[in-house]
Each structure stands twice: as C-alpha cells, then as structure tokens.
C-alpha cells in the first residue's frame, strides 16, 4: 500500500522544506500539496486557515499520508492546535499531523550568544504570536523580537526577489527589527519563501549575526521523530516517489516550483 509522507503548504514556500527532507530523506514517498488558488494564508483570518488546511490534509490523508508536515508557518500558527486537538481524536486518531514551528522554537536559543533573537514572518504568524508562546517553552530567559515583512512573499512569488527593487523591502524590515534591540545575534526566517531572499538578507544584516532558515531544521527533527515512532515510520512507504498537487494552474506551479524545490516538477491539479 502507498503510504507516502505528505507536505502541505499555502503556495510554493514548502517547497523549500520538501527540498530539505527529501535530501535527508530521499527513500520516502512523498506528496506535496500547495493551495495556491487560496494563498496567501497570510493575510486571512484564523478560522479560515483553519478550515482551509483542515481541507487539506484531509485529502492528504485520503491519499494515504499517515503523517502530514504543514510545511507553513501560517497554518502551523493558526490551524496546527486546532487539527491536532479537535479533529485527529475522531477523524483520524492513528495518525500524525506536524508543524515548522516547535521544531524551530526547539532549538532557537542554542544559535544566540547574547539571548536576543529576532522573528522575520508574515503578519498572520507575527500576529498569532505562535513564537513567542513556543520559544517561552524551551527558553524562558530568550528575548524575543518579531518583525512583519508583508512585502517579501509577492517579491519572492513574483520572481523579483534578486532584484534591485527587493533591496528597499529588505533593508527596511532588517533595519526595523534590529531596531528594536541592538542585541539581536540570530535572525529566523519564519516564513518558507524567505529562504529566496537569504543572499540580500546576509547582504544587509551586520556579519555577526547568525540567520537561520527553516528547511534544514525541519528536516532533522523530522529525522528524530520518525526514530523515536517506529509504530509510524513503518507504514511509511519508501520507493523514492514524488508527487506534486496544485489547487491552481499546473503550468505556474511547475515554472515556479523549480525555483523553490530546485529541481524541474511536473504537477497534477487538484480541485478542492
């Protein structure tokens, strides 16, 4: 039986996470859903998120996924708790659905040196404050600074994210939250398109500071979770399949996608 793992993000942004598992991970089967007819998730409202993702994964599990990555800080932010509280009990009780932040938050504190660190995310993740309750967890002495960036994922999505006019957006949000405390030594791109944008970002924020991306993280805890749950990575099949769903046009998905995944897709779309 194909019981491939399955990866789900709002657009192309997972994609970046994908890369990364698939690289510690290459024999697994894996399904990769974006929902870009909906993104972004960003901008809307908790109990949409919320519903939109439920969606989502549920066909995932249709699929035969046993264990779901929401690869989105978004959905980790506003629709992780509610999917893993309220509905896996009665839908689906033997299986899995994780998220991109505890894992990030699990480790954070062990990159800063002076215990500053500062968030770069959308509004909808700054606004849940998911970080700052997790981060509170694992390192209560850490002080924590969030920044919006509203304007990073149109630049990334729309291919604009090595140019010249994504210097102005990326000096303006660095400057701000390094603003907010000159401590600062460890930058997390809480977002999965911000990785695009990590050559500018090292460009503009001073050389002492460490900038973390998400994929690789990820990847490694995923790594750790699967040991300690044989009773789940069991199930898991393992022929090296890839396959790639969008609830929007394939030909955009697939051009697209090579930038994120680095590799060239070719996607099946999904109607929701």
């Known amino acids: 039986m194909n019981q491939p793992i399955g990866v789900f993000d709002s657009g192309y942004g997972g994609l970046t996470v994908l890369r990364e598992i698939v690289h510690k991970l290459p024999q697994y089967d894996y399904v990769y859903l974006g929902d870009n007819a909906r993104t972004p998730y960003g901008t809307r409202s908790f109990d949409t998120v919320y519903q939109y993702t439920l969606e989502c994964v549920r066909h995932l599990f249709d699929r035969g996924c ?3 990555i929401l690869a989105c800080n978004t959905a980790s932010a506003k629709a992780l708790r509610n999917i893993q509280q309220l509905d896996l009990p009665t839908l ?3 299986r899995r659905v994780l998220g991109v932040i505890r894992p990030t938050t699990e480790v954070i504190g062990t990159y800063s040196k002076t215990g500053h660190v500062g968030i ?3 509004r909808g993740t700054v606004t849940s404050e998911s970080y700052l309750v997790e981060i509170e967890k694992f390192f209560p002495d850490l002080s924590v600074f969030q920044e919006a960036c509203p304007m990073w994922v149109p630049l990334v999505e729309n291919g604009e994210y090595a140019s010249p006019g994504a210097d102005y957006f990326v000096q303006q949000h660095i400057d701000r939250l390094l603003g907010k405390s000159r401590k600062i030594d460890t930058l997390l791109l ?3 398109h911000y990785p695009l944008l990590l050559n500018k970002i090292r460009q503009t ?5 460490t900038i973390l ?3 690789g993280i990820v990847a490694d805890s995923l790594v750790d979770y699967l040991k300690r749950h044989p009773e789940l990575e069991t199930q898991c099949s393992k022929h090296g399949r890839r396959l790639f769903l969008t609830t929007d046009s394939t030909d ?4 697209q996608a090579t930038i994120f995944y680095g590799d060239s897709v070719q996607s099946v779309h999904l109607a929701l």
């Open 213 to 215: 991306s998400q994929g």
């Open 92 to 94: 689906a009780p033997d």
């Open 205 to 209: 924020a001073p050389p002492n500071v």
């Open 190 to 192: 809480a977002c999965t």
């Open 120 to 122: 770069l995310a959308t």
């Open 252 to 255: 955009d998905f697939d051009r």
């Open 66 to 68: 046993r264990l779901v």
